[in-house]
Structure formats: structure tokens, C-alpha cells
């Protein structure tokens, strides 16, 4: 399993903007699909987004779509949530996830990673939206 270290979190005015990074320590996220979760206080863990293990398969929640972008860079080793627009309702833990063989699910109002899929889980950064 890998290790996985969320950064980037903090507080935000609504309609700001921050990027959040997931890195892979002491190891690569080669070979593997990724995908960004939040949960929010009282709330289950929702998949708001995942990339895949080229980076060219990006899927996101529709609760987040045209808002939030996903992207990996091979180089720093990193896969990234660009989140725009925030709002009171985005305020939640979000953590990343890593898997091998990670599949798609597909619903009639969107289509992610299978969740169960992921094995190697970060602890979360805090995202926080208010005025």
C-alpha cells in the first residue's frame, strides 16, 4: 500500500478557490488511479472525483462538475483537485485515494471510480468555506 499526504486545504471566503495536492511518499503513483473524497461533519464519505492511471480518464461527481478540475503530474509525483467557486456546502475533509485496478461505476446521473477499488487512503486536509 502506499502512503498518501493530502496538502492544500485551509479557509476560504465563498467563491474562493484552492488546490489540493496528494502525494505519494516514499513511492510512485504510477500504475495507479486516484480519486479525491470528502466528508462533511454528520455526513457519508462522497467520491467527488477520480483520474486515471494515465491521467487522461477524469471523472467527477455532478455535484462538482465545471467547478472542480483533477489532474496528475508524473514528475512531482502528485495528483491535484483545483476546487473553484466554493461554497458553505463544499466544507469537509477531503482525502485521496490510490488503487491498481481501480473500475468504473456508472449510475444514471454520473459515472466514477468503484470506490471499494481504492487500498491506499490518506488522512484528509480540511477545507473550510465561510464569510
Known amino acids: 500500500q502506499l502512503q498518501l499526504v493530502e496538502s492544500g486545504g485551509g479557509s476560504v471566503q465563498p467563491g474562493g478557490s484552492l488546490r489540493l495536492s496528494c502525494a505519494a511518499s516514499?513511492?510512485?503513483?504510477?500504475?495507479?488511479?486516484v480519486g479525491w473524497f470528502r466528508q462533511a461533519p454528520g455526513k457519508a464519505r462522497e467520491q467527488i472525483s477520480c483520474?486515471?492511471?494515465?491521467?487522461?480518464?477524469?471523472l467527477y461527481a455532478r455535484s462538482v462538475k465545471g467547478r472542480f478540475t483533477i489532474s496528475r503530474d508524473k514528475v512531482e509525483n502528485t495528483v491535484y483537485l483545483e476546487i473553484n467557486n466554493l461554497g458553505p456546502e463544499d466544507t469537509a475533509v477531503y482525502s485521496c485515494a490510490a488503487g491498481r485496478n481501480v473500475n468504473q461505476l456508472l449510475t444514471n446521473i454520473q459515472t466514477l471510480c468503484v470506490q471499494d477499488d481504492f487500498d491506499s487512503w490518506g488522512q484528509g486536509t480540511q477545507v473550510t468555506v465561510s464569510s
Open positions: 483520474i486515471g492511471k494515465f491521467g487522461i480518464l477524469k
Open positions: 516514499q513511492s510512485t503513483l504510477d500504475g495507479y488511479a
